[in-house]
């Protein structure tokens, strides 16, 4: 799944008294091979992770902690710099302004 613009939102239920960490199995749309891509992570609006994607260094599990006094219900902000459209890159025709891919959540 694509993030569409510059901020996405995710919300999760989670034990609290049993999860710390978020692992997030992501990859930016680097439409270059010299494209960098920072995504900011929010926790409940908690800045808690800057991540820097580059074509050496793309898609990834990424962790995060958790803010202490986290409650069951979770919301993840992800704030993309430089989010861009594959038509914008001249990659094809798809207008859809993109910025990272989320393929899967765990935690632990």
Do not use: C
Request: aromatic share 6%.
């Amino acid at each position: 799944m694509w993030s569409i613009g510059k901020d996405s939102e995710l919300f999760l239920r989670i034990d609290s008294q049993q999860v710390n960490r978020i692992h997030l199995d992501v990859a930016a749309f680097l439409p270059k091979p010299d494209s960098v891509q920072q995504v900011a992570v929010k926790i409940n609006d908690v800045i808690v992770a800057h991540l820097t994607f580059s074509a050496d260094a793309n898609r990834g599990l990424r962790t995060v902690d958790l803010p202490q006094k986290t409650n069951e219900f979770v919301k993840i902000n992800l704030s993309v710099s430089n989010p861009t459209s594959p038509q914008q890159a001249g990659l094809s025709g798809d207008p859809r302004v993109l910025g990272i891919a989320l393929y899967g959540i765990s935690t632990d």
